[in-house]
């Protein structure tokens, strides 16, 4: 049974920075892309960085590119956010996902994390 386990969330004023973490256990995940999505209070959860099996293609949504970096270390089954610039807006619970399909779909992943805070101060 995979566990997806996310890290690294919090309180943050605007422009600030915040780096999180999803660690697999479980099996490993080197052969699945992953993904990062995000929900605001009241809002349905989007899509916000996709990574395929290799790291050699990353994809974001247009509210995060230029800001987020997605990445992953096979050799630790984790894979990364990066957020700098962080804006109000970006104030969610943030999950992680792993999948066979690179995907922006969320139907598309299998496995997820239980999810994690970020909370971004004006």
């Known amino acids: 049974q995979v566990q997806l386990v996310e890290s690294g969330g919090g309180l943050v004023q605007a422009g600030g920075s915040l780096r999180l973490s999803c660690a697999a256990s479980?099996?490993?995940?080197?052969?699945?892309?992953e993904a990062w999505f995000r929900q605001a209070p009241g809002k349905e959860r989007e899509f916000v960085a996709a990574?395929?099996?290799?790291?050699?293609?990353?994809y974001y949504a247009d509210s995060v590119k230029g800001r987020f970096t997605i990445s992953r270390d096979n050799a630790k089954n984790t894979v990364y956010l990066q957020m700098v610039r962080l804006k109000p807006e970006d104030t969610a619970v943030y999950y992680c996902?792993?999948?066979?399909?690179?995907?922006?779909?969320?139907?598309?992943?299998?496995?997820w994390g239980q999810g994690t805070q970020v909370t971004v101060s004006s």
């Open positions: 996902a792993a999948g066979r399909d690179y995907s922006v779909g969320a139907q598309s992943y299998d496995y």
């Open positions: 990574i395929n099996w290799s790291g050699g293609n990353t």
């Open positions: 479980g099996r490993t995940l080197s052969s699945y892309a």
